[in-house]
Structure formats: C-alpha cells, structure tokens
C-alpha cells in the first residue's frame, strides 16, 4: 500500500515517536468505544422514539446515533472506504488540525498534541461539515449518511 501522510490531534492520551497505532478487534479507537457504549441507548430510542426528547439527549448519545447509521450506510453501499467508528481522524493540513485542536479545546476536550502520521491503510477523505446531529429518527440519520459518504 501506498504511503500517505497526515495530522492528527491527540485527545485520550499522549502519543510517543515511533508509536504505531494498529485498530483490531481487541483494540479500538476512543470513537468506537464511546459508541459501542451508547449502542443499546440507540436501539432503545429507535424502537420507541415517543420516549425520547431530541434536546435532551447528551453529546455522547447524539453522535452514536449519527455514527451507527454513518456505519450502516457504509457497510451496505460504501464498503470499500474505512469505518469512522474504527478509524483516525486525521487532516491533511497542519493548520486544519490547529482549527480542530481549538475546537476541541472550546468543547472541554483535553488536547495532548498533534502529531504527523505515516500511514499505510485505506483511508477516506470526508469532509466534516457534511456530519450531522444524530436524532431519534432513524431514517432521518440514515438519509443524512448518504451526504457524507457521498462527498
């Protein structure tokens, strides 16, 4: 595979020179584990969406049910490119990743570093304004993804 290079701002913890950062089935990225935990909470809003008041859902559960159905789309028409949930989200432009380390800095989220990745994986080039709030209506979400994946 062809090598690319990209940033990446570093929020769960710090990253050392040399690292390499490999995703399997016993390890995850932060995204995929903070979703995978709101996995029941979303399948219990889909079923009974009567239940649920769209504002008051949290941050957290807002963006699993944008990313399980970002992930349902992909599976069934965009196989071929990477799943957010078990991917790096990475920018091509030093000063993008100093934009999105800010932006995270503004929502409370601890910041480490932005480090420069050499990577060998399939990767995907999204652009983040196409992502949406998640809501309680399953075929709204699912309608969105397209937008996204469709680029």
Not at 19 to 48: C, D, P
Not at 98 to 114: C, E, H, L, P, T
Request: hydrophobic share 30%.
């Amino acid at each position: 595979m062809q090598e690319k290079y990209f940033y990446h701002v570093v929020t769960n913890k710090p990253m050392y020179v040399g690292q390499k950062i490999s995703f399997t089935e016993t390890n995850q990225s932060g995204v995929y584990k903070r979703v995978m935990e709101q996995a029941k909470l979303v399948e219990e809003i889909y079923a009974h969406p009567e239940n649920y008041n769209q504002d008051e859902l949290n941050h957290h559960t807002k963006v699993a049910l944008r990313e399980l159905a970002m992930e349902e789309i992909r599976q069934k028409y965009y196989p071929e490119y990477p799943s957010r949930i078990k991917s790096l989200y990475v920018s091509t432009d030093l000063n993008d990743s100093y934009m999105w380390a800010n932006s995270f800095i503004k929502k409370g989220r601890d910041v480490y570093q932005i480090v420069k990745l050499k990577t060998t994986g399939n990767s995907f080039t999204g652009n983040a304004y196409n992502c949406f709030e998640g809501t309680t209506n399953k075929e709204h979400n699912l309608k969105e993804s397209f937008k996204y994946w469709d680029n």
